[in-house]
């Protein structure tokens, strides 16, 4: 063997689902903040731009 015995293998294998799973998390959190702040320019930029056509109708 290459000085792993199966506890030692099994050990790693737990702390990398443990980093991906931990890494995905914070991904997704990052991804929905990003989203939201996204949406809400939108809605910003959608109100303007109504604000502005009521003001040029007026």
Same mark, same amino acid.
């Given at each position: 063997?290459? !000085?792993? +015995? *199966?506890? +030692?293998? /099994? /050990?790693? &294998?737990? %702390? $990398? &689902? *443990? %980093? &991906? =799973? =931990? /890494?995905?998390?914070?991904?997704?959190?990052?991804? +929905?903040?990003? &989203? !939201?702040?996204?949406? @809400?320019? /939108?809605? $910003? $930029? #959608? @109100?303007?731009? $109504? @604000?502005? #056509?009521? #003001? !040029?109708?007026?």
């Amino acid at each position: 063997m290459n !000085g792993l +015995d *199966i506890w +030692d293998t /099994l /050990l790693a &294998v737990a %702390a $990398a &689902v *443990i %980093a &991906v =799973s =931990s /890494l995905v998390t914070l991904m997704r959190r990052r991804r +929905d903040q990003l &989203v !939201g702040e996204v949406q @809400q320019q /939108l809605a $910003a $930029a #959608k @109100q303007k731009a $109504a @604000q502005a #056509k009521k #003001k !040029g109708a007026a």
